[in-house]
Nanobody, 125 residues
Framework: QVQLVESGGGLVQAGGSLRLSCAAS????????MGWFRQAPGKERDFVSG????????YYADSVKGRFTSSRDNAENTVYLQMNSLKPEDTAVYYC??????????????????WGQGTQVTVAS
């Protein structure tokens, strides 16, 4: 069972930046497509970004394209989400998630089989 632990959330002013990290346990991290999702208060959890197993291909929701960047370090079993030009509407709990082994990229939450506990990001106006 792969465990995921997010960190790096916090309070930031609009226009600021944060970098989220998601550390995974296990030896086969490079076998998984990874995703980032977020859930704002009173809303459903939504897809934010995904990254391929090797890190060469990334995917973004339209709302964050050009501001957020996903990356990963397979040697360190860690995936990152660099968030720049943050807006108040980016306020949410951010979750990382892993696809099943050798699975394909998806924006559908049910296709991710392990989730972190989430980290709060609050953007003040």
């Amino acid at each position: 069972q792969v465990q995921l632990v997010e960190s790096g959330g916090g309070l930031v002013q609009a226009g600021g930046s944060l970098r989220l990290s998601c550390a995974a346990s296990g030896r086969t991290f490079s076998n998984y497509v990874m995703g980032w999702f977020r859930q704002a208060p009173g809303k459903e959890r939504d897809f934010v970004s995904g990254i391929s197993r090797g890190g060469g291909i990334t995917y973004y929701a339209d709302s964050v394209k050009g501001r957020f960047t996903s990356s990963r370090d397979n040697a360190e079993n860690t995936v990152y989400l660099q968030m720049n030009s943050l807006k108040p509407e980016d306020t949410a709990v951010y979750y990382c998630a892993k696809q099943r082994e050798w699975g394909s990229f998806s924006v559908i939450q049910n296709e991710y089989d392990s989730w972190g506990q989430g980290t709060q990001v609050t953007v003040a106006s």
